[in-house]
Structure formats: structure tokens, C-alpha cells
């Protein structure tokens, strides 16, 4: 027993033993409604990750994660309106348009194996493939930043124009479908949905921390911190970021795919611009670079949000707004970065404790030594003597 | 063949209020490297000061001055949008130099700020905001200097301010109960500017009938381009925003206050927004959300033009407003009635705003894997590798 609470033991089992009792006791304590909103936005810690991935550790701001977002929300919700529908039958939408055959790009997500996998290959492969056509030219910073908004405004122009393909602006319904027999929407359904998120974040972040741990992630760091100096030394940091451009992509994907089944819809919305910008600004609060700090800014933020849109909806944008300003302003490494740099001692010291520093007892028995700390803590005092 | 040249002087119309949007951002960008999010939010303040005007026009002075109430909104347009984009220089964007995608975040918030504070600004909000500012700046003022040199400080500013954001809140809501204060000023809604009669009309040249609004906007363009040219090129500012756009280190060397040149150049930029917001006005009803309909495309036009020159910015804008013109409307079809089948098709299907933009946006990716640094690059050893 004292063996397992030796503090190193401690941190090594804790934190899992947390998430073990929150996923067992939250579905019992929470009322459906919240613990519906809690399995949306920790989905959405997973698009944090990926964001966490390219900017916190590569240093290449995307504004346009939504689209893979949406893309991998868009395959399971094709597969939900498809399933178990009888042969010959289309869904509902589809007489609204007078299309009368099911569109070819639609055949195969009928098979629950191909959408399993589209999930996450489709958006990763559109990432990878947008992503090399801009690494390749050098194109980065605030133009790589542009021009994925760019790309996000046009896949939304694409998909929210597009009627007969994919309904549109109303998007697709995934409420009201059922799978297992089973309605999306029911209470029963939504809590298996809960655990199914929560396992696939804690993967999401083994994953994440496994790819910034080794070789791969010293690279990434190196990108971010001087890329001319990394390709002169023989590397090619065209092929990293085109890779974790597209791993950032396949998380979007597995995200948008769990936050559709949990909200109920996947519409264009998602690629809306300001979506994408929010994504970042959850991993900028939680801490850049801190693969934790991802997750917990989504679910703060979010809950922040939720709570304060419930209360006063005109003053979100304000606070939202006000969050940008100060995270990059005052704290630029986020909630977690400013905790593990001694922030909270930081703020003691402030207030008249200042930490105890460990330095050499004969240091601190010296009188000069003395005068001149007494003197450095209060500088007024010294000019008078 | 007129349908050409009536196609081409609207395509022309909508290009040239992009110039105006643009040329600003591009020349700060070329300045500074930072791309100024809240741009979009600045032409809506111009556009918004454009119905205020209208408005004094038409409750105070007489009646025969309301047709000139235009040519007295766009320095007062300038002005506004210019001193907002000063005073975000001076405390945002100063403080992250050399920190472009940081800044693009700030200014992110600040834009989300300036929406809001659009569509929720009451008399009440309004003094509660002076207020509010006042007492902030009257606390730093009239404390004791001891204050501000002790460890605690930071909490003491922070404190103070907040402290007095809390009163100006509580002013606001106390005087939120009178009905007088509480009336929003503009509200959620989107606002109608009446043109002037000469503006309604519109005049036969030859074949082509061409609205006044749209002449006007093209000859503001043409008169806003040649100031601007003329004031970098020939005037000493205009010199030194030059030199510090080439060479920002040298030329502070020599003596260019450098600090001064980014005010400058940004109020100039912003002023330019303020004037684009006036033309906005003329070709349509105008909403908070503004900004956001031009924003992507004005970064699309520096992204595409450089920043090397003017006519970068100059090309890329009528380019890509012609284009997305030309093809949105289908008027293609039209002018080249017996096109071959299948380019047909293809331009049936890309006949709508939104479609248009698809299309320039993938025109644009292939144009950057020839010239990834637009058409007009920055040239010199200091670029970047």
C-alpha cells in the first residue's frame, strides 16, 4: 500500500484511476442532458489534440480543421441514414430534390466496415493532400493559416450549396437513425456513446503522446522552431508536416464522427469559420504544446460556453473575444503551461510568500549576502540606509 | 456583346471594392507581416458610420444637403475606422511583434469584440464602457507610485481593473432599466443606407448601362489607389513606410522612427477599411456580420497578389472579382451560347456565388504551386528562405 502511494507510483496510476471512476460515475450522477453535452465536447478534446499536434508542437496554425471535422462527421452520418433502409428505398431527403437514384459516391458507404475506416482515412488523405500541395512550395506561417480558411470557406460554400448530394444546408439527421436496433437519440444509446469517447480520447492521447515522445516529435518541435536549420541538416520537413497534417486530420475525422452521433445532426455548420478558430483557442487556454492542456481547454471552454449561452447569450462573444486577448497576451502558454512553469507559486509570491529557494547554508549566513537579498526584496529601504 | 461588356462592368464594380478592402491589409501585411483579423469588423465600422451620417443628414440639417452626405462620410468613415485601428495597434499588435500568428488570434477576439459590441451597444452600454475605461486609467493615475513597484503590481493592475469593469457593468445595467438608455443603437439587424439620388440612377455609355453606385465605387477605387501611390511613393512617410517594409533593422538604424511608421501605416490601412465599409453600403443592406462575407476574399487577394507592389494587390483584386463574377452569374453561358457539351456542364455546375468561389479558390492553389510567393514577391536577401 505505501508502495502505491509513493508519489511517482501515484502519478503513474492516478490519473487513470480518475478516468476509470469519472466514465463509471458521472453516467449515474450527471442527468442525461449534461452528460450528452460532457461526451460532445470531450469528442471535440479529440480535434483539440490534432490542433495541439500542428500548432502547439509544429508551429503551423491551421484555421481550417473543420473541414475534416465535418468530413468525418458527414461518412457516418451517409452510413446512419442508409442503414437499415430496404433495398431499393433512399433517404427522405433525397424526394425533396426529385433525385430518384442513390448518388454513386453514396454506394459504398452502405457497408458499416468502409465507413469505419472513411472516418478517419478520408479526412486524413484530403489533409495530407492539401497539406503537401502547400508544404511542398514552402507556402507557412500566416499564409498557410489563410489559405486553410480559404479551404474551409470552400468546402462549406461546397457542401452547403449542394442540395441534391448531401441536403444541404440542413445537413444530415442522425438522431432519429438507429443502429443495432437501437434509436441514436436514446438515453441507453448516448451513455454507450459516452464511453465509446471516452476510450477513444484516452487513445487519441496515448497516440498523441506516443508521436511527440520519440524521434518524430523532436522533429516537430525542431520545425517549429527553426525549419531552414532542420532541412539543412538533411531532413525533410515537407514529408513531417505533411504527416502530422494528416494525422491532425484523421482525429479531426474520429471527432467530427463522435460529436455528430452525440449532437444529433451534421450540418455545414461545422465548417463555419469561427468553429475552426474556437478550436484553437481551446487549445491556447489549456496550454499549447501540452497535450493535456488540449483536451481540458475543449471541455472548459465548452462547458464556459454552454453555461454562459444558457444565461446571458449576448455576452459569450465578449468573454470569447476577452479569452483570445488575454491568452495571448498574459498567458501565452495556456492554463497547464502556466502551472507547470511555477505559476501558482508565482502567484503566492505575489501576495508576501515567497517560495523557499534551496541554496547553500553558508550563502544564506552571510550578512552581505543578507543585505543584499533584504535590499533586492526592497529596494526603497536600501537607498535610505 | 453587350452582356459582355455588362458583365464585365459589374465584375469590374465588385473587384474594385475588393481593391479597397485589400489594399490596406495588403500594404500592412507587406509592413509588418501581420494579417489584421479584425479588417472585416473595420469596414463595418465604416459602414456604420456611412448610416450614422445618413442619419444626422436626415433629422438635423436641411434637406438639400442630403445628397452630399456621402462625400462627407467617407473621411469621417476614414477617420473612425482609422483611430480604431491606432488604438488596437497601440495596445494589441505592438505588444506581439514579430508574433504573426499570435496576432492573428488577437485579432481574431478583437473582431469578435467589435461585432458584439455592434449589435449590443445601448446608451447605457456606452457609458458604462467610458466609465468603465475612465476609472481604469483614473486608478493607475492617482495611486501612490509605491504601488506600482511591489511584488504584488500585476495583482493590483489586474484588480483595479476588473474592479472597475465590474462598476461600468453595474452602471450599464442600472441604467439598462430606464427605457432610454436600453434602446440598442443599431441592433442585430441589418441596416439600409439610402443612396443619394445621383447615386440611383444610372448612365448609357454606348452600349452599356451602367448603375452611378457602381461608377462611383470604381472611381473612388481609382482615386483612393492613386492617393495611396502617390503617398508612398512621393511623400517622406510614404518613403519610410518603404524602407522599413524592405529592411525593417536597417532602417532603424538610420534613424526611422520604426514604431511610429506601424502606427501610421496601420491607421492608414484601417482608414482605407472605413472607406471600403462607405462603397459596402452602396451595393446592398449591411449587418454586423460584414466582415466576415469579404474577409476571406481580401486575404485571397494578398495571398495571390504579393507584397511587393501595389499592382499586385491590384491585379489579384479585380482578378479574382471578375472571375467569381464572370463565372458565379453564368453569364458565360450567355456570351458563348454554343459552347461544347461538356465545358457546359462543368460551367452550369460552378454557376452560383458559392460554386464560383470553389472554383477560384482550387485556381488559386494551382497558381501557388507555379508562384508560391503571388504575383508580385518581395525581392531581396532579407526574404525570408
Known amino acids: 500500500m505505501a508502495d502505491l502511494l509513493a508519489s511517482r507510483n501515484l502519478r503513474c496510476w492516478l490519473p487513470w484511476a480518475l478516468i ?28 483539440a489534440l490534432g490542433v495541439d499536434l500542428i500548432w502547439g508542437y509544429t508551429g503551423m496554425l491551421s484555421l481550417g480543421q473543420g473541414i475534416f471535422f465535418a468530413l468525418g462527421g458527414y461518412a457516418l452520418a451517409m452510413y446512419l441514414q442508409l442503414n437499415e433502409l430496404k433495398p431499393g428505398e433512399l433517404p427522405e431527403f433525397f424526394s425533396l430534390y426529385g433525385v430518384k437514384s442513390l448518388p454513386a459516391f453514396w454506394q459504398p458507404f452502405g457497408s458499416p466496415l468502409f465507413t469505419l475506416i472513411s472516418i478517419w482515412v478520408i479526412p486524413a488523405v484530403v489533409a495530407g493532400l492539401l497539406g503537401y500541395l502547400v508544404f511542398r512550395n514552402r507556402i507557412k506561417g500566416v499564409y498557410f493559416s489563410i489559405l486553410t480558411q480559404a479551404a474551409l470557406l470552400v468546402f462549406f460554400n461546397f457542401f452547403n450549396g449542394q442540395q441534391k448530394l448531401i441536403n444541404g444546408t440542413n445537413g444530415l439527421k442522425t438522431s432519429t437513425a438507429r443502429i443495432f436496433g437501437e434509436l441514436i437519440g436514446s438515453d441507453g444509446m448516448q451513455r454507450n ?10 487513445a487519441a492521447y496515448l497516440l498523441c503522446r506516443w508521436l511527440t515522445d520519440g524521434r518524430f516529435g523532436d522533429a516537430l518541435i525542431a520545425i517549429r522552431d527553426d525549419e531552414p536549420r532542420l532541412r539543412f541538416t538533411g531532413y525533410n520537413p515537407t514529408a513531417y508536416k505533411t504527416v502530422v497534417f494528416a494525422v491532425a486530420g484523421a482525429l479531426a475525422g474520429i471527432s467530427g464522427a463522435l460529436y455528430t452521433v452525440q449532437s444529433g445532426i451534421v450540418s455545414p455548420q461545422y465548417m463555419a469559420v469561427p468553429f475552426s478558430i474556437e478550436m484553437v483557442i481551446w487549445v491556447a487556454v489549456g496550454g499549447r504544446g501540452t497535450l493535456i492542456g488540449a483536451v481540458l481547454g475543449a471541455v472548459l471552454i465548452n462547458y464556459a460556453k454552454s453555461l454562459v449561452s444558457e444565461a446571458l447569450p449576448e455576452t459569450w462573444l465578449f468573454i470569447q473575444g476577452g479569452l483570445f486577448l488575454l491568452v495571448v497576451l498574459a498567458l501565452p502558454d495556456g492554463l497547464v503551461g502556466w502551472w507547470r512553469q511555477g505559476g501558482p507559486s508565482r502567484l503566492i509570491a505575489m501576495v508576501g510568500w515567497p517560495p523557499r529557494t534551496a541554496t547553500y547554508p553558508a550563502l544564506d549566513l552571510d550578512p552581505q549576502v543578507a543585505a543584499e537579498q533584504e535590499q533586492l526584496q526592497n529596494p526603497r529601504a536600501g537607498q535610505q540606509r | 456583346m453587350d452582356l459582355l461588356y455588362d458583365t464585365l462592368f459589374n465584375g469590374l464594380a465588385i473587384g474594385s471594392v475588393l481593391v479597397l478592402a485589400a489594399l490596406g491589409l495588403a500594404v500592412v501585411f507587406g509592413l509588418m507581416g501581420v494579417i489584421n483579423m479584425a479588417h472585416g469588423e473595420l469596414m463595418m465600422l465604416g459602414a456604420y458610420t456611412t448610416f450614422v451620417v445618413q442619419n444626422i443628414f436626415k433629422a438635423v440639417l436641411p434637406d438639400a444637403l442630403f445628397p452630399i452626405y456621402i462625400l462627407v462620410a467617407l473621411p469621417l468613415a476614414f477617420a473612425v475606422s482609422g483611430l480604431a485601428g491606432l488604438l488596437l495597434e ?21 473582431s469578435l469584440i467589435l461585432q458584439q459590441f455592434v ?110 501611390n502617390w503617398f508612398l511613393q512621393k511623400s517622406v512617410w510614404g518613403m519610410r513606410i518603404r524602407a522599413v517594409t524592405q529592411n525593417r533593422t536597417m532602417s532603424d538604424c538610420l534613424g526611422i522612427p520604426t514604431q511610429k511608421v506601424d502606427a501610421l501605416t496601420f491607421l492608414i490601412g484601417s482608414g482605407l477599411a472605413g472607406v471600403a465599409g462607405v462603397a459596402v453600403t452602396l451595393l446592398g443592406s449591411v449587418g454586423p456580420n460584414l466582415g466576415g462575407n469579404y474577409i476571406v476574399d481580401c486575404f485571397m487577394v494578398v495571398v495571390l497578389g504579393g507584397v511587393g507592389k501595389l499592382a499586385g494587390t491590384v491585379l489579384a483584386a479585380l482578378g479574382i472579382g471578375i472571375l467569381s463574377y464572370v463565372v458565379g452569374s453564368g453569364s458565360l453561358l450567355l456570351v458563348w451560347p454554343a459552347m461544347p457539351e461538356g465545358l457546359n456542364a462543368v460551367i452550369t455546375f460552378f454557376a452560383t456565388t458559392s460554386m464560383a468561389k470553389v472554383l477560384v479558390f482550387a485556381l488559386i492553389v494551382v497558381f501557388l504551386q507555379i508562384r508560391p510567393a503571388g504575383l508580385f514577391p518581395q525581392k531581396g536577401r532579407m526574404v525570408e528562405a
Open chain 2, 90 to 110: 497601440k495596445t494589441v499588435i505592438r505588444r506581439l511583434y514579430g508574433r504573426p500568428l499570435e496576432t492573428l488570434l488577437a485579432t481574431w477576439g478583437v
Open chain 1, 193 to 202: 456513446l459516452f464511453w465509446l469517447t471516452v476510450v477513444l480520447t484516452v
Open chain 1, 20 to 47: 476509470v471512476l469519472g466514465a463509471l460515475v458521472l453516467p449515474v450522477v450527471l442527468p442525461p442532458f449534461r452528460l450528452n453535452l460532457l461526451g460532445r465536447f470531450l469528442s471535440l478534446g479529440i480535434v
Open chain 2, 119 to 228: 449589435r449590443s451597444v445601448s446608451s447605457a452600454f456606452a457609458i458604462g464602457l467610458v466609465v468603465a475605461v475612465v476609472a481604469g486609467i483614473l486608478v493607475a493615475r492617482f495611486t501612490p507610485k509605491a504601488w506600482w513597484q511591489q511584488r504584488w503590481t500585476p495583482l493590483l493592475g489586474t484588480g483595479s481593473w476588473i474592479v472597475t469593469g465590474l462598476v461600468g457593468v453595474a452602471i450599464a445595467s442600472l441604467l439598462g432599466e430606464q427605457r432610454v438608455f436600453d434602446q440598442p443603437w443599431f441592433s442585430a439587424r441589418n441596416i439600409d443606407v439610402t443612396a443619394p439620388e445621383w447615386l440611383r440612377g444610372s448612365i448609357d455609355v454606348g452600349v452599356v448601362n451602367m448603375p452611378a453606385a457602381r461608377l462611383f465605387i470604381i472611381a473612388l477605387t481609382v482615386v483612393a489607389l492613386c492617393l495611396v
